[in-house]
């Protein structure tokens, strides 16, 4: 059975300082995987996903099919990331998602 | 554009009552896709579809019924509310040709 799991349900960091959400699958297919983020009163929104391997906002992403990981990393955390962030594996026939529990970041000043 | 509309955004119900969280998109998606979230378990996938006519269950389908008659519209109705039911709904659609999912404001649901 597919899972996505977000071990951290709350991180806190310092402005400035890395943070790394991380991010833990399984599944027995080929995985495509992605980050959304919800921000402070606004929807759920795709932040990225591993196919396009880009950075937004200063957030990269990198799949280890060995260690079955996605961890979300940013070197300098800045307070405007404050938000939910969710995990979420799209199964083999394309049709479902599977999201993890969220973990939610807190940029402090 | 709109994007995805649910309504209501909140909702009171007593067990046992029906109801129907409406949700539609303006983007022509074909596929669309109800989730309720629960606090430490993430966003669940309760139905789908992938297009008009076309429906499926996805983790969590007990107690809801979807129908997608339309391509713009995908409701949800719960027929004898129970307080397991008490949650935040999302509404999501993407088109068939990207993976990225759309999301409405949600409906926050309580269920006395």
């Known amino acids: 059975a597919q899972r996505v799991t977000q071990p951290e349900k709350l991180l806190s960091v310092f402005k400035g300082a890395p943070v790394e959400l991380k991010c833990n699958y399984s599944y027995s297919g080929s995985p495509e995987l992605f980050w959304y983020v919800q921000y402070s009163r606004q929807r759920l929104q795709l932040l990225l996903r591993?196919?396009s391997r880009e950075s937004i906002k200063g957030f990269t992403a990198d799949l280890n099919k060995g260690e079955t990981s996605f961890h979300l990393k940013k070197p300098f955390a800045q307070e405007e990331d404050s938000a939910m962030y969710y995990c979420?594996?799209?199964?083999?026939?394309?049709?479902?998602?599977?999201f993890g529990s969220g973990t939610k970041l807190n940029v402090k000043p | 554009n709109a994007g995805v509309t649910q309504t209501p955004k909140f909702q009171v119900l007593k067990t046992g009552q029906s109801m129907t969280l409406q949700c539609a998109q303006d983007m022509n998606h074909e596929y669309m896709s109800w989730y309720r979230q629960d606090p430490g378990m993430g966003l669940r996938l309760i139905h789908y579809?992938?297009?008009?006519?076309?429906?499926d269950q996805g983790e969590v389908p007990n107690g809801y019924n979807v129908s997608r008659s339309t391509t713009e519209d995908f409701p949800l109705r719960l027929l004898s509310a129970a307080p397991s039911q008490t949650s935040v709904y999302f509404c999501?659609?993407?088109?068939?040709?990207?993976?990225?999912?759309?999301f409405g404001s949600g409906t926050q649901l309580s269920v006395l």
């Open positions: 591993h196919i």
């Open positions: 579809s992938v297009g008009a006519g076309i429906t």
């Open positions: 979420a594996l799209r199964a083999y026939n394309f049709n479902k998602f599977y």
């Open positions: 999501a659609s993407r088109p068939r040709e990207n993976e990225k999912l759309f």
